[in-house]
């Protein structure tokens, strides 16, 4: 009776789930596996869990043409793992911890065929499998690129599609704009065709710019095209869904370079639980090789010593500055070097001195073998963007513009170029004086002092020629703190400061940065006076032991020496000190015992 009771409730839930099931034509069914990592001989391997691939290592799996198909990965508990699928570009989330779960979920091809299954971090020593769809029999799994062939895009539509892109500026942003028909002035437009199409791109620089166009995952990559040149991308749609263009060139797709281009109704057919499908935006964490250093790397630093006579008790002029903008490999450290965007051939650019009501003429210059376009933003300037929205200048241009020094202080300089950060970190940056009539009071010297952080692909401390990480710099995240433009710039027996015992020292101290404010401080001395915020028309704060200065922002102070000795100028976030960030003021006199009285002891780190 009870064996009776038993199967007719089976068969009530087996009519029950019949009557609810889709129909197959309808919705394909749904299988699922489970796969768990395990040791096996000494290696990783997927071990199967349930089913037909219980307790098999790195398993055959089964799918019918069409299906959709799941895939659980549960981490066992040693090392970094995760599954992809590279002829269907679905790559699952990387799973670390013992219990983590990582999924995808995707349609096989309407095709007999063997698709490879791997463990990106352990491919190379077997871990991996294969997914047999159809009736296909297959006792190893193929070769990726055997399987893109394979599976590749559906049969061409016999339709060409033309676009054409030109790079530019809109809004502040660098960008792609569309050139005729319905995307005519449009700003990164959605580029729109059919599956199979084929699809044509004509791209040309319309600002002289260096750029390119990558699609991922379509494995489209046009050629780098810079000034007049224009280059054409041709491909077909092989893949139903919405995707992302850019500019690959560092920097222009942060700047703004990335559209949409949209194949069909532009729904995937790679369907991911928990966002796995992989894509080329996610950030990547590779550490990036360096190079051999370039022999040919100049000297970057701009000398400290290097500051324009005073102006003195004169009356308003007109003023010429040239500037150029060049960019060069120079020096970074002890056996490092790296590719600097400089004002002027050095890192900060030169320092402008003027006086209150003199009228600057600014003429900016973009060396012909520049691959970026660069603008100047002058903060002493009242007027439209500090004067970047008139000096965007392409390599090979000249642009100029005038204003008047309306207020005194001292002033940032620097490029504003999307994107700005970028052009900034690579070392675009100076310092403007503008005096207050009558002058300033005299010193005995005056130094000129710029901070700035370099955002390197590289570890702090790499040899080699290394290479800027835009990740990095967005995540305000740099391997170098600089003086000049390089680590330890101002410590060596030919750049840092020098002055006497008795004389009176000015520093002009700025932060290029983009992003660090720094605690300006000399070690063992007191400024005197403190001029906050670089305001002269203010009175200067007294005996100052430490002062703040934010990015894009100055200060001046004064101070005198009296006792000789090494003083070190570093930024009191110290840590910054062990990234580069140090400059020496050698002061030389006798010695002044009722001041400072002591024996150094060697190897002190003054």
Request: proline share 5%; with cysteine; glycine share 12%.
């Amino acid at each position: 009776m009870k064996t009776l009771k038993t199967l007719w409730g089976t068969l009530l839930i087996l009519v029950i789930l019949s009557a609810c099931a889709p129909a197959a034509d309808v919705v394909p069914v749904n299988t699922e596996y489970v796969l768990t990592t395990a040791m096996h001989g000494g290696k990783f391997v997927y071990l199967g869990v349930d089913g037909d691939i219980n307790g098999l290592f790195n398993p055959a799996l089964h799918a019918k043409p069409g299906e959709r198909i799941t895939i659980l990965l549960v981490n066992s508990g040693e090392g970094k793992h995760d599954i992809v699928f590279p002829a269907l570009n679905v790559h699952s989330d990387t799973i670390t911890k013992r219990g983590e779960t990582t999924s995808v979920t995707f349609v096989v091809p309407e095709k007999d065929i063997a698709l490879e299954y791997y463990d990106s971090n352990h491919e190379k020593v077997g871990m991996k499998g294969v997914l047999l769809v159809g009736d296909i029999i297959s006792s190893e799994p193929l070769a990726a690129a055997e399987v893109s062939a394979a599976v590749s895009a559906p049969s061409t539509t016999g339709v060409t599609v033309e676009y054409t892109l030109e790079s530019g500026l809109m809004e502040g942003k660098m960008v792609f704009i569309g050139k005729g028909g319905e995307i005519d002035g449009q700003m990164n437009p959605d580029l729109k065709v059919n599956l199979g199409d084929t699809v044509k791109i004509i791209l040309s620089s319309g600002e002289g710019a260096m750029h390119n166009f990558y699609i991922d995952e379509l494995n489209v990559k046009s050629a780098d095209f810079i000034g007049s040149d224009s280059v054409t991308v041709e491909f077909m749609a092989a893949e139903e869904g919405t995707f992302e263009y850019y500019c690959a060139v560092p920097g222009h797709r942060q700047a703004g370079m990335f559209g949409k281009f949209i194949v069909g109704s532009g729904i995937s057919t790679v369907q991911t639980t928990g966002g796995n499908t992989y894509t080329s935006s996610s950030p990547q964490t590779a550490t990036v090789s360096a190079g051999p250093a370039d022999a040919n790397a100049v000297d970057i630093i701009r000398d400290p010593s290097d500051v324009p006579a005073p102006i003195g008790n004169r009356g308003p002029e007109k003023i010429i500055v040239e500037l150029e903008t060049v960019e060069l490999v120079g020096k970074l450290a002890d056996g490092a070097t790296f590719k600097y965007w400089t004002f002027n051939g050095t890192v900060p650019g030169p320092f402008l001195r003027v006086r209150v009501g003199d009228t600057l003429e600014v003429h900016l210059k973009n060396l012909p073998d520049s691959m970026m376009a660069h603008s100047v933003d002058f903060h002493a300037t009242t007027g439209p963007g500090g004067g970047a929205v008139v000096t965007q200048t392409m390599p090979g241009g000249e642009t100029m513009f005038t204003f008047k020094a309306t207020n005194p202080g001292l002033y940032v300089y620097h490029c504003a170029t999307p994107m700005v950060a970028h052009h900034i970190a690579n070392g675009m940056y100076g310092l403007i004086l503008v005096e207050p009539e009558g002058g300033l009071p005299a010193v005995d010297r005056e130094f000129y002092v710029m901070q700035g952080e370099l955002y390197t692909a590289q570890p702090f401390g790499t040899a080699g020629a290394l290479t800027d990480d835009i990740t990095k710099l967005l995540d305000e995240n740099p391997e170098y703190f600089v003086f000049n433009g390089a680590a330890m710039g101002l410590a060596s027996e030919e750049h840092m400061l020098r002055a006497n015992v008795g004389e009176t020292v000015r520093i002009y101290f700025g932060v290029g940065g983009p992003n660090f404010t720094s605690s300006f401080h000399v070690i063992g001395e007191i400024f005197d006076r403190v001029y906050d915020q670089a305001s002269l028309t203010s009175d200067p704060l007294t005996d100052v032991q430490t002062t703040l200065v934010p990015p894009g922002g100055a200060t001046m102070v004064e101070f005198k020496l009296e006792v000789p000795g090494r003083y070190i100028l570093v930024d009191h976030a110290l840590s910054r000190l062990e990234r580069g960030l140090a400059g020496f003021l050698m002061v030389e006199g006798d010695e002044n015992t009722d001041i400072f009285d002591g024996t150094i002891t060697p190897g002190s780190g003054h």
